[in-house]
């Protein structure tokens, strides 16, 4: 039902909105004008003193924008446009709002810490952007709920735009609004007027769900819960609304003039289920396969979605290769398998694939004429079936939806909202006669997944004891001291081998969350800080292995967890590099024969973070953290664990700088 908004009853003075912000510009720069500078409608008179020719151009801006406003500035009267704003983000049960503050949505900050009480949504104070969306995308995943973020114009907008991104790649609602002050004709000059544009959406649009512009205070309303309705529409991802400065600190018109606000009924939208005879004929496929293999990556949305593809394997004693988009099924499952289950393969059904070409070929870098070379893993008969909602939202500039590959069956839905009506269909087409043959596949399924898991041990244990710290005995050193809390891997924005997926028992849709989606460096911190303050809420643990790079590429959100209170550990996998670029550079270096040439390998230049040695923990501390460091000694490493995570349970915030081997 839409909500009233009631009329206002507020006898205060009526003041046009461009007059109002003429009179706060000329209030603030009153320390640099003359009593009688300024006439009596608030603006600047012929006869205003001239500025000191000493100042530079932009000083009477800044004064304007913290000088002391006058004592008879006038005050805006009825209900501020921004407060009706707030009402309708309170209709969409947002219950946190990081962001990093700014002029240009002034109105409606005010709005939500005054008129709002700061709760539902609660301000969360970010120093950059990029941090603020981060945190929004590590939250949903753990949540399923999305965040909104307020962004500043133009400069504000790029900031956010590589966390934008990744949210589109990864598939995760983010409410974006930005700021901007669209009439020329009266914004203040200098700052603000750099700071807008005609179209700050234009440069998110490539990757954005959907995007506008209210126009009213009404249009904001229908805007604002269509973009949530589309954000949490699979395939989900991020929206961006332009919102008008001026727009913002305008009163609400009283009803006489003709104009009844009101708030429209926020009704999910169904998610897309795949077409009943295409979920027939795929199951007769899987049904009557030899060796069918279930490839998914963003397949479980929920734990539901776990419980539902371990249902699908079951049924079918199928072999699962979990990609690592998020936890779809669990690591101690015996038909949890590696990638190279889809070479024997004869059907193999893909869900919520990012990239089903490499799933089913190899590209080699053989660095000849600068391209890789290009294998099929596949039988010439194996049958392909593709399930993925993204085939309903894939735009053309942006190469996020990869190589192009023919399957035999493909169906544009959700995977986990078409699981439900595949595995009815699947026991159904079962024939009586391969029973048997399936009950069969799966006591060999656990011979090999048994074996697997102790090739994974033997191989953790080499070099257990050096220094700098291997990745698995990092990783196992943490394993060891959270294994009995409801813990979460929030993030894991280093390199460690794959170690966690490899040797933890990850059983639970919390236990791991997914990388980035765009592999956009610096998402580690703050996805993680995000998805520990839903953790927090939840009364879980939560711990990230933090990758050095990644974290300085937006530091500052250290001091959002310290801020706020929100409790996580850190473990860093600070292994002083690029890793991945400086291989890649050797790895160029040894293809044109350049390293016997010069004498030496040169790939640690540009791609080392040594000479000075980062000191992370300081970093850390200076922000309000508890740290340690640097360990390099693996004996000390489980002690040094163990007093982070008291502090953790505390309720603080705990780094450890560790320094690891490069993988």
Excluded at 515 to 538: C, H, I, K, M, T
Excluded at 652 to 659: E, I, T
Aim: hydrophobic content about 40%; aromatic content about 6%; proline content about 6%.
């Amino acid at each position: 039902m839409a909500r009233k908004i009631p009329a206002t009853t507020d006898s205060g003075p009526k003041v046009d909105r461009r007059k109002f912000l003429t009179g706060v510009a000329v209030a603030g720069a009153a320390g640099t004008m003359t009593p009688q500078s300024a006439n009596a409608n608030g603006a600047v008179g012929v006869t205003a003193a001239r500025l000191p020719s000493a100042l530079p151009p932009t000083a009477y801006t800044i004064a304007a924008e913290t000088g002391t406003p006058a004592k008879d500035l006038a005050r805006i009267g009825g209900v501020a446009g921004s407060d009706f704003m707030v009402d309708v983000i309170k209709t969409l049960d947002i219950k946190y709002l990081p962001s990093n503050c700014a002029s240009s949505f002034r109105g409606i900050h005010e709005s939500l810490i005054n008129y709002g009480n700061n709760k539902m949504p609660e301000f969360l104070t970010c120093t950059h952007e990029e941090s603020a969306v981060g945190m929004a995308h590590g939250y949903f995943k753990i949540t399923g709920k999305p965040l909104l973020t307020l962004c500043h114009g133009t400069v504000g907008l790029q900031h956010a735009s590589m966390a934008i991104y990744n949210a589109w790649c990864d598939r995760v609602p983010v409410i974006v609004v930005g700021g901007n002050d669209l009439d020329a004709a009266h914004r203040p000059p200098g700052v603000p007027t750099f700071h807008s544009a005609q179209d700050i959406n234009a440069l998110v649009r490539d990757f954005t769900k959907w995007d506008d512009t209210p126009v009213s205070l009404q249009h904001f309303a229908q805007s604002m819960v269509r973009a949530y309705k589309i954000s949490m529409t699979p395939p989900y991802g991020p929206v961006m609304i332009s919102l008008d400065a001026g727009l913002q600190q305008e009163p609400v018109k009283p009803h006489g003039s003709g104009e009844k606000l009101y708030i429209p009924k926020y009704t999910p939208t169904s998610a897309p289920q795949g077409d009943s005879n295409a979920v027939r004929e795929a199951a007769k496929l899987l049904a009557n396969a030899e060796a069918p293999v279930i490839v998914v990556d963003r397949a479980a949305r929920s734990e539901n979605g776990v419980r539902l593809l371990v249902q699908l394997a079951e049924t079918l004693q199928a072999r699962v290769v979990d990609m690592g988009g998020r936890m779809n099924f669990p690591k101690t499952h015996h038909l949890s398998a590696g990638a190279p289950a889809v070479n024997s393969a004869d059907v193999i059904i893909g869900m919520e694939l990012s990239d089903f070409w490499a799933v089913v070929n190899s590209y080699i870098d053989n660095g000849e004429h600068g391209i890789g070379f290009n294998q099929t893993r596949l039988k010439p008969t194996t049958k392909l079936i593709s399930i993925n909602s993204v085939d309903l939202n894939t735009k053309a500039n942006y190469q996020d939806f990869q190589r192009f590959q023919a399957v035999d069956i493909a169906m544009a839905a959700d995977a986990e909202t078409t699981l439900p009506s595949l595995i009815e269909a699947v026991k159904a087409a079962i024939p009586n006669d391969r029973k048997a043959a399936i009950e069969k596949r799966g006591e060999a399924a656990k011979k090999a997944h048994a074996e697997a898991r102790e090739r994974n041990k033997q191989a953790a244990a080499i070099a257990w004891d050096s220094s700098p710290i291997s990745t698995a005995r990092l990783s196992m050193e943490i394993w060891g001291q959270i294994k009995n809390e409801d813990w979460s891997l929030v993030a894991q924005s280093g390199n460690v081998s794959n170690w966690p997926h490899r040797l933890w028992p990850m059983e639970k849709h919390h236990h791991w969350l997914g990388q980035s989606g765009g592999y956009g460096v610096g998402y580690g911190a703050p996805a993680a800080v995000g998805a520990a303050l839903a953790n927090r809420d939840l009364g879980r643990f939560s711990v990230s292995i933090q990758g050095d790079g990644d974290l300085m590429y937006a530091p500052g959100v250290l001091w959002t967890a310290a801020k706020h209170k929100i409790p996580m550990l850190s473990v860093m996998h600070n292994n002083r590099g690029y890793h991945q670029e400086l291989m890649h550079v050797q790895r160029l270096s040894s293809f044109r024969n350049r390293v016997a040439s010069l004498g030496g390998d040169m790939g640690p230049i540009g791609t080392s973070i040594m000479n000075p040695d980062i000191e992370y923990h300081k970093l850390a501390e200076s922000m309000g953290w508890w740290a340690r460091g640097p360990i390099t000694d693996p004996e000390k490493l489980g002690p040094a664990i163990k007093e982070a995570m008291a502090v953790v349970k505390s309720g603080q915030p705990a780094l450890l700088n560790v320094w690891t081997q490069p993988r």
